[in-house]
């Protein structure tokens, strides 16, 4: 009886912390905040994966719960994103382990280190900062490995630059049966987690180290993430996977990244298998659905849904079909989707009509969106409005690639079921 209290109790305050920190801050003549205040703020909803799910050609429905009813309000989607995530790590990128027990650290006005400890094994990385100039504390944009977004104009927009080196948390070149870097140590070196969700949890853990440094160099509230090819598949995953973060800017990231990976084999783009055997940048769980995509439950238009509402700017280049630009944009168009039945249209930008074809160059059509994005999703300013341009020569066609239609969710009242893990339900209805 009291245990049951209990659970109601626990239920009750997840959903009113759920709602406070779904909602959408705007204030006269300033961008909406949309950042969550926990890494995860579906943590709290109950999740029971299917044991197994039908193949579909297609692209999986975003707005349909794992119980096939589908989302009918605005507050429906954390928990739905919940429901992906957990999707998305059994099968795709594996586990993303919350914050371990020990997290410390140090932030300086030129270098981030952290100290992370689980169950008696412990490592230390860090991370060099330049600031901008002007009074901080400042917002700051983790570029992944010195490739990312121009980190002259990330400055000159006012945000400081955590240069982050990926392989201090996850190696490359290892195999998978002997990986390599912080995460590994902590979690063991034959984890099945693959390099995008180990290195999203340096970012993470990163991100611990700002809140709890008092915020007088970096503010905690305002973190961007970028990088470029294989960087740019992990800025990508490090932005669905922690919902603190502000501003997501993948480049140019290829199979693993954006490109919805039903697309990669008509596109010509880098196999699944060839990613897969490439580096360990996928879960060990992906290997079944190298060979056959229809068979996954989920798709990348569901890990850009995931960033919603929050701000996502997808660079791409639309000169290479190995980096997979029309099955990116298809990515973008689907997530946009649930963008905009969240209201949030606007936060969301795929942006490939760009001449240069060079990978990963520094390209004058992204400078204004660059600064534009970092006003609004991290500096809270500018009245900036997210589009989709696609290149004409590499123009996904959503139409192709879905048989559902996108819902009108309303905004209330918000309802959260939560299942115990016995055979007793609690609801808890909360009006905001
Ligand atoms: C586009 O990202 C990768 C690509 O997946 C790999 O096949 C290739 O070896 O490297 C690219 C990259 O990271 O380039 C810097």
């Known amino acids: 009886r009291t245990r049951w209290t209990a659970v109601a109790l626990a239920a009750a305050s997840l959903t009113l912390a759920g709602s406070a920190i779904a909602l959408t801050r705007t204030a006269p003549a300033e961008a909406a905040v949309t950042v969550a205040a926990v890494e995860d703020d579906g943590a709290g909803c109950q999740v029971t994966l299917p044991g197994s799910t039908p193949s579909n050609s297609r692209l999986p429905d975003p707005f349909t719960r794992i119980d096939g009813t589908r989302i009918t309000s605005k507050s429906d989607w954390r928990c739905r994103r919940a429901e992906i995530r957990e999707l998305a790590e059994r099968h795709v990128l594996g586990d993303k382990p919350a914050k371990p027990t020990g997290v410390t650290g140090t932030v300086s006005s030129d270098r981030i280190t952290v100290n992370v400890s689980h169950n008696g094994r412990s490592a230390t990385f860090s991370a060099s900062v330049q600031l901008p100039s002007g009074t901080g504390p400042f917002p700051a944009v983790v570029v992944y490995g010195g490739f990312g977004a121009d980190t002259a104009t990330i400055r000159a927009a006012g945000a400081a630059v955590i240069s982050y080196d990926p392989y201090a948390v996850g190696q490359e070149g290892t195999g998978r049966g002997n990986k390599q870097g912080a995460f590994y140590t902590l979690y063991g070196n034959t984890s099945s987690t693959g390099l995008l969700a180990a290195w999203a949890w340096g970012v993470s853990r990163i991100i611990d180290v700002i809140e709890s440094s008092g915020g007088t160099v970096l503010k905690a509230d305002a973190t961007g993430v970028t990088g470029c090819s294989r960087f740019g598949k992990g800025a990508f995953i ?150 989709i341009q696609m290149h004409s020569s590499a123009t996904g066609n959503l139409s192709q690639w879905r048989d559902w239609t996108t819902p009108t969710l309303s905004d209330g009242p918000t309802t959260t079921t939560t299942t115990s893990t016995t055979t007793t339900t609690t609801s808890t209805t909360t009006t905001t």
């Open 238 to 387: 490090a932005g669905v996977l922690d919902q603190r973060i502000g501003l997501t800017m993948p480049i140019e990231s290829g199979t693993a990244g954006v490109p919805i990976y039903r697309g990669v084999p008509g596109e010509g783009a880098q196999s699944l298998s060839s990613a897969y055997g490439e580096q360990p940048w996928f879960g060990d769980a992906f290997g079944s659905f190298t060979g056959n995509p229809a068979a996954l439950p989920v798709d990348t238009h569901q890990l850009v849904a995931m960033v919603a509402p929050r701000g996502l700017f997808v660079m791409d280049n639309p000169h290479i079909a190995n980096l997979g630009p029309r099955s990116a944009s298809v990515a973008a168009l689907g997530g946009a989707e649930v963008y905009k039945a969240l209201g949030a249209g606007g936060n969301i930008t795929y942006h490939s009509n760009v001449s240069n074809g060079s990978h990963c160059a520094n390209r004058p059509e992204w400078t204004a969106p660059l600064q534009q994005n970092i006003a609004k999703f991290l500096r809270n300013s500018g009245s900036y409005t997210g589009s």
